[in-house]
């Protein structure tokens, strides 16, 4: 017996948020900026993260492998590229406002 009352409440509150989200202006330049320099930090940080990983799983293979041989274990290492350092966290260029004539 709910269940419609419910429904029409729900429909009608997805209506206001439609017709609200329908009249936002666009973003201005300045927050578009923002969010550029937000996703450039992210991936930044993406990449430092897989370089920590990347450097932990070399320091637990390297002690792996010199536990199994002194264990009399023979392991052979498998090749793998080096660990990549993105460096410190650089800010992209800002870009140039369009000149009107």
Known sequence: MRTPIVLGIALALSAVVASAAAKL???????????????????????????????????????????????????TPVETPACVDPGPYTAPAAPEPAKKS
Request: net charge positive; charged share 25%; aromatic share 6%.
């Open 25 to 75: 202006p666009p973003p201005s330049e300045e927050a578009k900026a923002k969010s550029a320099e937000a996703a450039a930090k992210s991936a930044w940080a993406g990449k430092v993260a897989n370089y920590q990983l990347c450097k932990s799983m070399d320091s637990v293979a390297a002690r792996y492998i010199a536990e199994a041989k002194n264990a009399g274990k023979t392991v």
